[in-house]
């Protein structure tokens, strides 16, 4: 079963190949941090993204080989791409990962976290 956002982008449906979207910048394919509602970009990034061409070293088995690899409908489900990315361009209420942080916004974030589940 896949994922089927409510407000799927239409150029989603519309391509056949939703890959020829991406503009290769390989922020996608960097580690993030989940922490409640808040998604943060990490700097390291999966090790098969060749940093020096932003593309994927083992595309064509990508999932097989790394079953973190994302379909594009779980990237957007997990907030995934930066903004920006053709793929969220126009989707409204989408949030990206946040690349301005700092490990004091994670700690606060995560603090934030334990505060909703105290009873």
């Not at 190949?17 to 390291?44: I, N, Q, S, Y």
């Not at 930066?82 to 301005?100: E, Q, S």
Request: proline letters at 9%; aromatic letters at 8%.
């Amino acid at each position: 079963m896949s994922f089927r956002p409510k407000n799927r982008h239409p150029k989603l449906e519309a391509e056949e190949h939703p890959e020829d979207l991406c503009r290769k910048c390989g922020l996608c394919c960097h580690a993030k941090v989940v922490v409640g509602d808040e998604v943060f970009l990490m700097d390291d990034h999966c090790p098969y993204l060749d940093p020096a061409t932003n593309l994927c070293t083992i595309y064509e088995r990508r999932h097989k080989l790394n079953p973190q690899c994302l379909t594009v409908e779980q990237g957007i489900k997990l907030r995934a791409f930066p903004a920006g990315c053709p793929y969220v361009a126009g989707l409204g209420g989408y949030k990206p990962p946040r690349t301005d942080w700092t490990f004091r916004d994670i700690e606060l974030a995560r603090k934030r976290e334990l505060e909703k589940q105290r009873p």
